[in-house]
């Protein structure tokens, strides 16, 4: 009969017993308590290792009896799918890991079904054992039959959106027919968002009002199914459903939502990269934070200040920039950098326009004064850093006073540059970076190396983004750059961001020599362990007071992904915002996991270090191929397909439904995916192709 019946107990779903995750496994035990509640689940049984249900009918005769049973002598279809303990739990739903076979009708073939069940067990890898039991799948491995449904239309319900974190929302993908269409990631269906009553508030695509695929009966039928699961099992639940030929609702499976996408607060900031990441585009280390990141901060506070920008209470509060996993973000509305949430009530509110009236008098004198303002600060910038002897030439205490100079008069720069560009200007136009690739051009060839370039011409500084660390290589020299003509010759606004970074190479290089001084035990601190302190917890040290106990137990920061161009933080993770004007041109839709960047993969060939798989289905047999995944872009498939909850769980950011994702994204195209919006843009890097092949992997 290719199974050991004698090894096997037949578990009815109506026994209390089946209620026991232990015994019949987390599929067939939530459906057990389901029908208990009175939800509208069908009947059925479980097939259980013979030891964990005792007293249960075990052997051939007892399980040909529960088949005849239930399907009639073989006259009514049956469904024989995996309960396992290690799937549908809080933790991990092993959506599509194991295997489910639909249309089961004679005795050997339910046999054969039993037998596949079982089998594909020992071909999975558990994510998450529940506590006390061991990673191996066949350990608490049962086997759950029902009679099939022939479903007029089914899908799957969650009864909250786990991609915006909304417990306000319920979200159902449906298609006609069974739920197992749309789960295996084949078709995409028709996407629904809910309010708890049922009231529909959007569907993807659009449907016209006399060809829905769920009218208004069925989706206050599937809301008060959700409501109702959610009290039974205490948290909102990912449900499988089917309406059959009657119009009857059926519950098919429930288990709780993993991966709930954290919402932001009400009130949170928006944030972004933009205004700063050309500053700092890479990762910050504390020390490197405290150095600029504060000081930028402070200066285009000041600056919003002086031009009546925002509200002054406002700006004491909160920071201009900060740092989100040692990135840098600024406040995009203070900046300016985002329209107006509501701006008809921005039109009528006359706050803004008073402070204006306020800061014009300010501002006025300021446009013609500022020039002068800002060549003497710049003249100064310039003589003490003339002044300052070489760091090995200097006391620690001489190095420390000339770090906090510098914090100071960063601060001065960043405001006075702020201002320039918003009311001198872009003047000739011309820019420190063109001036230096201008002068790298010309002297390129005279066989220097960088430090002696660098030294010789520091605006050749302007190519290269700050760090205490290991400095990078200046680029190659490049043609058609034109003629330089001096730091004197750039407008205002440029020499003010010239002497920020001027400053910032004067600060590394005495925070570089101080490493090379500060003693912890028998030896020097070093610099990469120096970078882990606070300016603070360093003045303090170099004062007497001891470096902080907990020094040696700090890490680095990691090289985290690129932040999304808006977003708001949640427990301080950032979750991407649409904003109002952000393109969405061929984007599809987001199904959770963050955003992410990296290189288009196609699954064949070598795998990129930050792969962003590209397909053009949600094929479950992908799951192998998610764990460190930088992104997941399919063309086809739904946001609650197994595969794209299995993303979730991984924090893989997904986006599906993406049109011609195979053939506009080919292997080595870099992307961002973002999958809170399903925005899948290219990022300008180009990696070599991994693979000949143009198809996807589950082309």
């Known amino acids: 009969m290719g199974i050991d019946a004698d090894l096997l107990a037949v578990v009815p779903l109506d026994a209390e017993r089946a209620k026991d995750l232990a015994v019949t496994g987390a599929k067939a035990a939530h459906l057990a308590r389901a029908a208990v509640a009175g939800l509208p689940v069908l009947p059925g049984f479980a097939l259980v290792p013979a030891g964990r249900a005792k007293g249960a009918p075990t052997g051939e005769e007892a399980l040909r009896l529960a088949w005849r049973e239930l399907s009639g002598e073989g006259g009514r279809p049956l469904v024989v799918r995996s309960s396992s303990a290690h799937e549908d739990t809080e933790d991990s739903s092993m959506a599509g890991r194991f295997e489910s076979v639909l249309d089961v009708g004679s005795w050997e073939e339910f046999t054969a079904a039993v037998r596949a069940v079982l089998d594909s067990a020992r071909r999975v890898q558990v994510l998450h054992p529940p506590e006390g039991r061991n990673a191996d799948p066949l350990d ?65 695509p659009a449907e016209p009002r006399s060809a829905r695929l769920l009218g208004r009966r069925e989706t206050t039928s599937l809301a008060r199914l959700a409501r109702k699961t959610q009290r039974v099992f205490g ?29 932001p607060p009400r009130g949170a900031r928006l944030l972004g990269p933009g205004p700063v990441a050309e500053t700092f585009p890479g990762v910050l280390q504390p020390l490197e934070e405290d ?108 190095i420390l006073d000339a770090v906090s100079w510098g914090r100071a008069v960063l601060s001065s720069l960043h405001a ?117 302190l606070r300016w603070s917890e360093l003045t303090e040290a170099a004062d007497g007071g001891g470096l902080p106990p907990d ?69 479950p047999t992908l799951a192998p191929l998610l764990p460190g995944l930088a992104g997941l872009v399919a063309e086809t498939g739904s946001v609650l397909s197994h595969l794209a909850v299995l993303a979730r769980e991984y924090r893989v950011p997904t986006a599906v439904g993406v049109p011609g994702a195979l053939d506009r994204f080919p292997p080595g195209t870099g992307l961002s995916v973002d999958g809170g919006t399903g925005a899948v843009e290219k990022t300008g890097e180009h990696a070599p192709r991994t693979s000949a092949s143009g198809k996807g992997a589950a082309a």
């Open 235 to 263: 948290s909102p639940q990912d449900m499988e459903f089917g309406f059959d030929a009657e119009g009857r609702l059926w519950l098919f499976q429930s288990r709780p939502i993993t991966a709930m996408a954290v919402r």
């Open 551 to 619: 020094l040696a137990e700090r890490l680095p920061r990691p090289d985290a992904p690129a932040l999304p161009a808006a977003f708001r933080l949640a427990d301080g993770h950032p979750v991407a915002q649409i904003t109002v004007g952000r393109g969405r041109t061929g984007a599809g839709q987001g199904a959770g996991g963050g955003f992410g960047t990296g290189i288009a993969w196609d699954g064949h060939g070598d795998r990129p270090e930050h792969a962003v798989l590209v397909v053009r289905a949600l094929d």
């Open 291 to 398: 150095l600029w990141v504060t000081p930028m901060s402070h200066g285009l506070t000041l600056a919003l200040d002086i031009a009546g920008a925002a509200p002054r209470r406002q700006l004491r509060t909160l920071p201009v920039v900060t740092t989100v996993d040692g990135r840098a973000a600024a406040d995009l509305h203070l900046l300016g950098a985002a329209p107006a949430t509501h701006p008809l009530l921005r039109l009528i509110n006359p706050a803004p326009g008073a402070r204006r009236v306020m800061a014009a008098w300010r501002v006025g004198r300021l446009r013609s004064a500022l020039p002068l303002l800002a060549l003497d600060l710049m003249a100064d910038v310039d003589r003490h850093l003339a002044h300052l002897p070489a760091p090995q030439q200097m006391l620690s205490g001489q």
């Open 416 to 532: 006075q540059e702020s201002l320039a560009g918003a009311l001198l200007g872009p003047g000739s136009g011309a820019t420190a970076a063109g001036e230096a690739l201008a002068v790298l051009a010309e002297v390129r060839a005279q066989g220097l190396s960088d430090d002696q370039l660098l030294a010789r011409h520091p605006v050749l500084l302007s190519l290269l983004p700050p760090t205490l660390g290991e400095r990078g290589a200046l680029p190659e020299a490049t043609a058609g750059t034109g003629v330089p003509h001096g730091v004197g010759a750039l407008p205002v606004r440029e020499g003010l961001r010239l002497r920020i970074r001027w400053v910032q190479e004067m600060q590394a290089g005495m925070i570089r020599e101080l490493s090379a001084r500060l003693r912890v035990g028998d030896g020097v601190i070093g610099l990469s362990r120096l970078l882990l």
């Open 140 to 204: 608490g491995m049962a086997v759950l039959v029902q009679p099939m449904l022939r479903a007029v239309t089914g899908g799957v319900m969650f009864g909250a959106d786990p991609v915006e974190g909304r417990e306000d929302r319920i979200l159902v993908s449906a298609v006609s027919g069974g739920p197992d269409r749309l789960v295996d990631g084949s078709t995409q269906g028709v996407r629904y968002q809910l309010s708890r009553s049922g009231r529909r508030l959007r569907a993807d």
